[in-house]
Nanobody, 117 residues
Framework: VQVVESGGGLVQAGGSLRLSCKAN???????????MAWYRQAPGKQRELVAE???????NYSGSVKGRFTISRDNAKKMVYLEMNSLKSEDTGVYYC?????????WGQGTQVTVSS
């Protein structure tokens, strides 16, 4: 099982980015039955939950991104996405995908998002 993020980069404040996460090695039924989430870690800070989506596509967002970010999932492709709009400098950090399954949680290597003001 491997979780792989992509889509990070450098963007100006007010811009947009779309992050993608692929859950390699999950069988479809396991992926479909489990929640997925995006976390981020800013320099010098602890990792924090950004957004999560359940198997029923119920979503939850941190207060700092609500209304600007959208999490979604494509079960057929075993992918999770994070659409980020109206980016702010405080959104800068390494973004990690978390995939639940097989009784544990799997983390990706992270993708860097840098928002310049």
């Amino acid at each position: 099982v491997q979780v792989v993020e992509s889509g990070g980069g450098l963007v100006q404040a007010g811009g947009s980015l779309r992050l993608s996460c692929k859950a390699n090695g999950f069988i479809t039924s396991v992926f479909n039955a489990n929640p997925m989430a995006w976390y981020r870690q800013a320099p010098g800070k602890q990792r924090e939950l950004v957004a999560e989506i359940t198997s029923d596509r119920v979503t939850n967002y941190s207060g700092s991104v609500k209304g600007r970010f959208t999490i979604s999932r494509d079960n057929a492709k075993k992918m999770v996405y994070l659409e980020m709009n109206s980016l702010k400098s405080e959104d800068t950090g390494v973004y990690y995908c978390n995939a639940a399954g097989y009784g544990t949680n799997y983390w990706g290597q992270g993708t860097q998002v840098t928002v310049s003001s």
